[in-house]
């Protein structure tokens, strides 16, 4: 079966570092692009960062460009996402999606995403 799992989140002061993973099964990981989404409580999901099938090309939303990294590790099937310079507003449930267009058919898979808290 298809699973999509993040793991890596917690509670982290301002200023402060997380590294997230999400570890995908099921699929043929390396034909897939990858993102990270984040939606906080009572707000809209949010398009974190996004990198290409062979992680050549990459792109941040602009609140966290130059502090967020996302990296995939196609032998591992598994996409990261470094977050440096923690703030509040990053406060959300993280959240890796996988997508393929096809010619039939297009293809997208969720995780059930992982709370990250930066509070002090």
């Known amino acids: 079966q298809v699973q999509l799992v993040e793991s890596g989140g917690g509670l982290v002061q301002p200023g402060g570092s997380l590294r997230l993973s999400c570890a995908a099964s099921?699929?043929?990981?390396?034909?897939?692009?990858l993102s990270w989404y984040r939606q906080a409580p009572g707000k809209e999901r949010e398009l974190v960062a996004v990198i290409t099938r062979a992680g050549g090309a990459t792109n941040y939303a602009d609140s966290v460009k130059g502090r967020f990294t996302i990296s995939r590790d196609n032998a591992k099937s598994t996409v990261y996402l470094q977050m440096n310079g923690l703030k509040p507003e990053d406060t959300a449930v993280y959240t890796c999606n996988a997508k393929k267009w096809g010619f039939l058919k297009d293809s997208e898979y969720w995780g059930q995403g992982t709370q990250v808290t930066v509070s002090s």
């Open positions: 099921g699929f043929t990981f390396s034909t897939y692009a």
